[in-house]
């Protein structure tokens, strides 16, 4: 007498399927990779035109024109923007408006959306609300109420040459806080909704008090967002150059955007050379991207959704 046995199914069989499928490229996939493709070389094509024309002599590319061939690179201009410009005073100066900015916009919106957020205040979303609406207001319409604001405010000496807040860095520091604290308040509350309450809620048992719950829990909990943000921030402060020829007479205490005006001449300006100081111009937000770029990430994609 004879006995059969079924044939045992292999385990590697039904995985094989799923990783055909995933060898065959979708019409629909491949679309969107060559739309987002175009979209990232269009975004990119101006600054590899400026990098490209910056590495030629200006002879040779008014000559042959933008787009042709190279017949001769070289880091000449670069040196030359550096040194023609005087970028190390400006870029000094950026940094004493950028970094104390960065700073406050973020110490303060954190308070502000903790408390919005976190703490069961009357009328938290209506102060969310006004803090919100603060950035629909288009800024070139208070720039002449503020420099005549500015321009009587007064300040010591050792805080202000002019003993006024104009032409002073305190100007342009503040009016960067108040126009970006509204957009972080926005960014963080959200975030903060986001938290568990029962982190919270535990702490409170243990005798956590407000600043307790605010500097050692929920602020470690909000690195990511706050990396974001300080990214963005540094970024759009650091880019700016409206407040600071506004409310800024000495040409020595601009920021690093005004030394490029430096390297166009009375009758001539060689847009190779001026491609050159912008390439090093943009170099500082490149790094602090590429340093906070895994925080950055995580504060986009963190905070989405609720749950």
Sequence with gaps: MTTHTAPVPT?????????????????????VHAFLLTVSLAFLAPLLLAVYASLRPYEETSRYGYFSLPKHLSFAYYQQAFTDSGMTKYFVNTLIIAVPGVLLVLFFASFVAFAVSRLRLRGSIVLLMLFTAGNLLPQQVIVTPLYVVFN??????????????????????????????GFCVFVLANFMRTLPQEILEAAIVDGAGVWTQFWRITLPLCRPALA??????????????????????DGDKLPITSALNNLRGQFFTDYNLLAAGSVIVALPTLVVFLLLQRHFIAGLTLGSSKG
């Design 11 to 31: 385990a590697t069989a039904p995985a094989a399927a799923p990783a055909a499928r995933r060898r065959r490229a979708r019409p629909g996939r491949l679309g």
């Design 152 to 181: 009587r405010v007064p300040l010591p000496y050792w805080m202000s040459d002019s003993m006024t807040m104009f032409d002073s860095y305190w100007a342009v520091i503040a009016v960067q806080v108040g126009f970006q604290i």
């Design 228 to 249: 974001a943000l300080a990214t963005l921030q540094f970024t759009w402060m650091y880019n700016d150059f409206l407040w600071a020829l506004v409310f800024m007479s």
